[in-house]
């Protein structure tokens, strides 16, 4: 007896597009679970414009936001978020932006060079560009800054596959005033070694105060004076950006002076975009 044809599965349906408020109000803390550009612009339609991405309409910094956060499906293009400018930046957030990778070989299967197209073009607009993500499940951290005829830094690592996808140009001043391992030079993989023997060591002289007498809490405020791991974590990456333009987590700070606003929202392009930078690890 044959067997009665499977019906086929049905396409993928698309969630109900997000609901975007125009009405000006104050920039919305962000910065945990996110990837975002920064660079200096007056207007949102400018860093568009610079990318070739055609706006979808205007929406204020708490729709824009959730937007930017929200998860696509089925191959729909992620939401970004070009905000209003803050202290002489705008920014440019998203879930689904691709992040800098030099390792592997293909690159995270092309996320490295979908990454430096649209950083060269900021780049090469604004005279300078950076990007910051985090998301702690996956103890993913990255950062980049690029300025016209200066070499580049970029930075990427994920502790749940324990690799360094990119740690290109030599330390910022920045970075060593925060107090982050020295890395400079280093392949992906050696950079990726390091940061191992540097926690290896690090756990060796706490391990040594305590059988000294002393409480693992003391022994951990004396081998992190700074209260930092020497493996990069989400709070290193928001301060960093305080140190470079502007920190995000802070914006809800009382007296910062900053003024009601309406960004812009876009979708980026199938071709360089990413998956969520979520669980399971990172390709």
Known sequence: ????????????????????????????????????????????????????????????????????????????????????????????VGDGLPYPAVYPEDRLEGIGQAFDVIFTRLKDHFGEAQFFGSHRVADFVTWARARRGEPGRQFCYAGSSGEVYANVGAQSAEEAALGFAVLSGLSPVDARDRLSELLEEEMARKDALV?????????????????????????????????????????????????????????????????????????
Not at 14 to 31: I, V
Not at 81 to 92: K, Q, R
Not at 238 to 244: D, E, I
């Open 1 to 92: 007896m044959k067997r009665p044809p499977r019906n086929p599965p049905a396409p993928p349906v698309e969630a109900p597009p997000p609901q975007f408020d125009a009405t000006p109000d104050l920039p919305e803390p962000f910065g945990y679970k996110v990837c975002w550009f920064a660079v200096r612009a007056s207007d949102p339609a400018q860093v568009l414009d610079a990318l070739g991405w055609e706006s979808e309409g205007p929406a204020n910094w708490h729709t824009g936001i959730a937007a930017a956060y929200r998860r696509t499906s089925g191959g729909q293009a992620p939401w970004v978020f070009a905000s209003p400018p803050v202290d002489g930046w705008v920014l440019l």
């Open 211 to 283: 059988a000294s007498g002393m409480s693992r809490r003391d022994a951990s405020r004396q081998v992190r004076p700074s209260g930092r791991s020497v493996m990069p974590g989400e709070e290193d990456v928001t301060a960093l950006a305080g140190a470079w333009s502007v920190d995000p987590t802070q914006f809800d700070e009382p007296d910062r002076g900053y003024v009601p606003g309406v960004g812009l929202m876009a979708r980026v392009p199938t071709d360089l975009g990413q998956e969520p930078v979520s669980p399971p690890p990172l390709r």
